[in-house]
Structures are given as C-alpha cells and as structure tokens.
C-alpha cells in the first residue's frame, strides 16, 4: 500500500513537471522575440526535462518491475 502511495505522488511529480517544462519552453520562445537571451533562460527548460525523464523512466519501468 506504501508502494502505491509512492507512485501516486510521483505521477502527479511527473504532471506538475510537464507543465514547468511546457511554461520554460514557450517563455523561452517568448523571450526569444526580442533577441538573444540570456543563458539561464536559454538552459531552464533541462532540469525540467531531466526530471520528467527520471520521474519518466520510472513510471516506464513501474510495470514490469512489478510482474517480478
């Protein structure tokens, strides 16, 4: 039951991640607009994106691990 609980929260990790991901991407393109931004705008969308790969991953593997 511990286990399910685990999972839950890093589902709604994952969702919650999506949408930072999703909001540093377009502010990026939004800065864009107005010329060349600067370098912690350029690379905010990564720890984003690692993190839903890892939360990701995690989820991918979930199932089978569980067959076991």
Do not use: C, D, K
Request: charged share 10%; proline share 9%.
């Amino acid at each position: 039951m511990n286990s399910n609980n685990n999972n839950n929260w890093i589902r709604q990790a994952h969702r919650w991640l999506s949408i930072a991901f999703t909001l540093t991407v377009l502010a990026n393109f939004a800065v864009r607009a107005w010329g060349e931004p600067p370098p912690w705008v350029t690379y905010s969308p990564l720890l984003p994106l690692f993190l839903l790969l890892s939360s990701g991953l995690y989820l991918f593997v979930l199932p089978y691990a569980g067959r076991r």
